[in-house]
């Protein structure tokens, strides 16, 4: 789209070739002002100076000029102007720097694509520059390679785009927080001294005690806020936070009906974008001269610093709210898997410390007891000893005992717990942050979306006849950036619908096809080594299978993941959401659904479905006519559960963590470092040393939470859900997530560019997620306790079947007996070296084949059946009753923080009320100043009133007709009233009162 000469011209402030290296590389070449922004482009030609006289200039050749308020170094041009160095000695004007686009005087003819990237850019830049922002760009030499343009937001700029943006500034007005007193203050100040040595070495308020009142920006009230020095006034995240506002509702309306650099990224016009981070995180000066990303790498991001807390605040400023509250709750769920992980071991020592007086398992061990068991394949096995699993019995017990039924109580409180304590945590954050009572930020169409929106509105107009209508629909509102057309129905998304359903299914069916693939497995090997003539080999059927199919499913699993978060953000993208936080929750739901499935299916079928349709003796289940359904150990399932779950949770935490986070990584900067060396080779050696924004250019991107959220629940799914049959799980959890925290921060500190600032009030969906999944596993807990371990069994011969009333013959009670003679054709032993054998014994409550009723469920099964249903339905509600006391005791809002916003807000009132007196009181003075002027001069005024336009609070600055009236004086002081407009509407101007109420109300 060509556009007219008088707009080919892009202001932008030329850098010199060689300069400064004031300030890291983090300030334009004039060394004063901040790089709060950087855009990348890959430069496709070089950039030259001006052609020399005669040659002519055509639209392929953009002038850029500068806007700056500073020169460059070794310029005279006054500020405003910056100065280029003109080759060829032709005295052009200053400031005037051209860059080639190609087609002009070049050799190689520019790809008319690349010709195109450059009119946008350039109009995105001027579009820029109009909003108040400063660009500078270097000067480059190289053929290829990636062009940077810096951009600085000035003063006024950032104070008008907080003031939008509700940003909340410190006032002056500070008060003192309310001191803990008696025994409470004893505690604290001991408490205080025993975490000294676990608190981070950061920087800290010179007055802890003392908090600033907090309240949006408004230019209006400059002097109520402590500014300092308006270069620190906003910190560099807020400053990359009021750019990046800016950048993403620029609009670019004549070369490309887009909005935002988002938009330009996804097209290509830019490569990326990002603002800097904070210099090197090497420590290289003192450490009071230590920049905040150096602080954060010896205080946080340092594996050796895992024993202290995280310094959350530190990380909120440098980083922004929303991942500030990542690593907040990342380190409270890490906290209070401390007394989770205490009670664990001491419900495993529990275990280890009873099992060699456990009745039922010092049964399964006694050889003289000499229980003959049933085979467990057809033909091939043998009857067998149930003393020969006397190991299996005693592990089993290790994890299922009475202490279990405790453990899981206990655990699905600490679920509400922690939630509780979150919902607190979170709320003195918000109120620590200034997070309360802020706006959801207006978000804008993401670039698929408006790409899309605009193929429609294509398809419209050539479906049109009328060429006027069609100019007519083609306008856009370019006061708002958006174009006059209807939104995206859901007819539109209709494909992506119907895709989404189906896609989600088939990878449901993928993920049971796997765990089904996994159980076809154990049948087949356990049938194939039972043959084995190795008697060594038949003996280690069970802990063979078990082990290796663990590692299959484990191994499947990682893979699938892989590939459900592709299929994830692919499924999100068909569905065309309107903006990134649409887009993000409706990723986050499909990712967790998929790896929710994926994680937990084979845990699933351990605990419910393993054993349970198996069938009988001479009636068994087959699969594909030949493979008997698996049952579970003679121990029960349970242990095998805790097998499962505790290979696939250390698994999923070792490999994802060493290899996913740490390896893949590290390759990837291992293989750009080989590629920049061979680069580095053809460059020339004069090469002036990198910059700030070309090491961070070399960084990973910023991808967001998303993954690192989705690893932590899928860990709480396996603390909380099945944690009943593996109490160990909490400790394993709280082992990787003190290496978790410091390798995240390590990676946010040393390998990921600076991502942009984000506010946040909360952690959003991922709450809803962690609530759901809390009451979820109160079912699976009391589930797993009726009906995967031996809990209910043992508690119903305890008390209605024992002869005694001891777990002495428990194990004869939960063994049926059956008939040999009854085995169907094929399926006896044919090699049995128990000849006389005529009953064996299987683990199920059935009639004796003695019985009228042979074979059928005896009064012993329907007695532990109810007993089981009964047990869940105690177990939840009292679990849910006692949630809801947990609630109830522990408030949302922390009674301190009640008061604090309290004082706050009474704070706030007296200050503005004071504000508005001190108005009123001048507004007097001057009434009574004009009524004295008006009786000593004789001369009478209609009101005497002040002349509107000339009292504010603005910054002080050059005032209009002010200078001549008071005879040349330069610049007035602003004056503390906020505005007397409203008071003189209808005054005539009288230079007397101008001249008087000027020299009373100036400050």
Not at 98 to 125: K, S, V, W, Y
Not at 624 to 647: H, V, W
Request: proline letters at 5%.
């Amino acid at each position: 789209m060509q556009i007219s000469p008088s707009e080919d011209k892009i202001p932008v402030v030329d850098s010199p070739s060689s300069p400064k290296a004031s300030g890291e590389g983090l300030c334009f070449s004039d060394g004063r002002r901040k790089v709060d922004y950087v855009l990348v482009f890959h430069q496709r030609r070089h950039s030259s100076i001006r052609s020399p006289a005669g040659t002519s200039v055509s639209h392929d050749r953009l002038s850029i000029v500068s806007n700056g308020n500073f020169p460059p170094h070794g310029s005279d041009v006054a500020a405003g102007r910056g100065g280029g160095v003109l080759g060829g000695g032709e005295a052009a004007n200053v400031g005037e720097v051209f860059m080639e686009l190609g087609g002009a005087g070049g050799n190689e003819p520019t790809e008319p694509a690349d010709h195109e990237m450059c009119l946008i850019r350039q109009e995105f830049e001027a579009n820029l520059l109009e909003t108040g922002l400063e660009i500078e760009r270097d000067r480059e030499s190289k053929t290829h390679g990636p062009s940077f343009t810096r951009l600085h937001a000035p003063w006024p700029v950032l104070c008008r785009e907080a003031e939008f943006l509700k940003i909340k500034v410190p006032t002056k007005t500070s008060y003192e927080l309310k001191e803990e007193k008696g025994f409470g203050s004893s505690m604290s100040t001991v408490w205080r001294k025993m975490n000294q040595p676990f608190q981070p070495k950061v920087p800290r308020q010179e007055h802890e005690r003392t908090k600033f009142l907090t309240h949006c920006f408004s230019r209006d009230k400059l002097h109520l806020y402590n500014i300092t020095s308006k270069d620190t006034f906003f910190d560099n995240a807020t400053r990359g936070r009021i750019v990046y506002e800016i950048l993403r509702r620029t609009v670019c309306v004549r070369t490309c009906q887009t909005i935002g650099i988002s938009t330009l990224i996804a097209k290509g016009v830019y490569d990326s974008a990002f603002p800097l981070h904070d210099g090197d995180y090497k420590v290289i000066r003192h450490l009071e001269e230590r920049s905040d990303r150096q602080v954060l790498h010896e205080e946080w991001a340092r594996y050796s610093a895992f024993y202290k807390y995280q310094p959350i605040d530190l990380v909120r400023k440098y980083f922004g709210e929303k991942i500030g509250l990542y690593f907040a709750w990342l380190g409270v769920y890490t906290q209070l898997l401390i007394p989770a992980s205490i009670v664990g071991i001491i419900v495993f020592g529990y275990g280890v410390a009873t099992v060699d007086t456990n009745i039922p398992s010092q049964e399964m061990c006694d050889e003289s007891l000499n229980f003959t068991m049933c085979p467990l394949c057809d033909g091939a096995c043998d009857f067998w000893h149930l003393s020969t699993a006397c190991g299996t019995a005693r592990a089993s017990h290790l994890f299922d005992n009475p202490a279990t039924v405790f453990f899981a109580i206990f655990m699905s409180l600490w679920v509400v717990l922690f939630l509780e304590h979150w919902k607190r945590r979170q709320i003195s954050l918000s109120f620590s942050w200034d997070l309360t009572g802020i706006e959801e930020d207006e978000e804008h169409p993401r670039p698929k979306y408006e790409t899309i929106l605009l193929q429609k509105r294509q398809r419209k107009l050539k479906n049109k006849k009328n060429k006027k209508k069609n100019e007519l629909d083609l306008t856009v509102n370019t006061t708002n950036g958006k174009a006059a057309i209807e939104k995206l129905t859901w007819k539109d998304r209709l494909p992506g619908y119907f895709i989404n359903v189906s896609s989600i299914l088939f990878m449901f069916g993928l993920t049971f096809s796997a765990v089904f693939g996994v159980i076809i497995y154990r049948i087949t090997v356990s049938a194939l080594m039972a043959m084995s003539p190795d008697p060594e080999t038949k003996s280690n059927v069970r802990v063979t299978v078990t082990a290796t199919a663990v590692i299959i499913n484990l191994v499947v699993i990682l893979i699938l993941d892989e590939i459900y978060g592709a299929v994830a953000l692919w499924l999100t993208e068909l569905e065309i959401p309107k903006t990134e936080t649409n887009f993000e929750e409706r990723l986050i739901l499909k990712a967790f659904l998929l790896k929710f499935m994926n994680a937990y299916a084979p845990i699933f079928y351990v605990a419910f479905f393993k054993g349970r349709f198996a069938g009988r003796p001479g009636s068994y289940v087959y699969v594909f006519n030949d493979y008997r359904m698996e049952e579970c150990a003679p121990g029960g399932c349970l242990i095998e559960l805790c097998i499962q779950l505790s290979i696939i949770m250390l698994g999923k935490q070792l490999i994802q963590n060493n290899i996913f986070e740490i390896g893949i990584p590290k390759l990837k900067k291992f293989v750009r470092a080989i590629k920049d060396k061979g680069s580095a080779k053809t460059e020339k050696e004069e090469e002036r040393p990198p910059q700030q924004w070309n090491l961070d250019y070399a960084l990973a991107p910023f991808e967001g939470l998303t993954p690192e959220y989705m690893e932590m629940i899928i860990q709480f799914g396996f603390v909380s859900l099945f944690v009943a049959s593996f109490p160990l799980a909490p400790l394993f959890a709280l082992l990787n997530n003190v290496i978790e925290i410091r390798l995240d921060a390590k990676k946010f500190v040393t390998e990921l560019r600076r991502p942009v600032a984000a506010r946040a009030k909360d952690i959003g969906i991922w709450y809803n997620i962690l609530s759901g999944m809390g009451k979820f596993s109160v079912i699976i807990n009391a589930f797993v306790i009726s009906f995967t371990s031996d809990f209910i069994p043992r508690l119903v011969y305890l008390y209605m079947f024992s002869q005694t009333g001891t777990m002495h013959g428990f194990i004869d009670h939960t063994l049926s007996y059956f008939n040999v003679s009854n085995f169907k054709s094929g399926t006896a032993p044919q090699n049995s070296e128990h000849g006389d054998i005529t009953v064996c014994r299987y683990k199920d409550y059935r009639e004796p084949p003695w019985s009228p009723d042979a074979y059928t469920f005896s009064k012993q099964y329907w007695c532990v059946l109810a007993a089981r249903l009964a047990f869940v339905i105690l177990f939840q509600n009292l679990v849910m009753f006692l949630s809801l006391v947990v609630a109830w005791v522990i408030p949302d809002v922390p009674k301190t923080i009640v008061e604090q916003l309290k004082r706050e807000k009474k704070l706030l009132v007296d200050v503005f009320l004071q504000e508005e007196k001190e108005k009123f009181q001048l507004i007097q003075s001057l009434f009574s100043k004009d009524a004295t002027l008006q009786q000593g001069g004789g001369q009478v005024l209609r009101q005497g009133l002040p002349i509107p336009g000339r009292y504010s609070t603005l910054p002080s600055g050059p005032t209009q007709g002010l200078a001549g009236d008071r005879g040349g004086e330069g610049t007035r002081a602003r004056c503390r009233a906020a505005s007397f407009s409203q008071f003189t509407r209808k005054i005539p101007q009288s230079p007397r009162n101008e001249n008087e109420n000027s020299r009373h109300t100036a400050v």
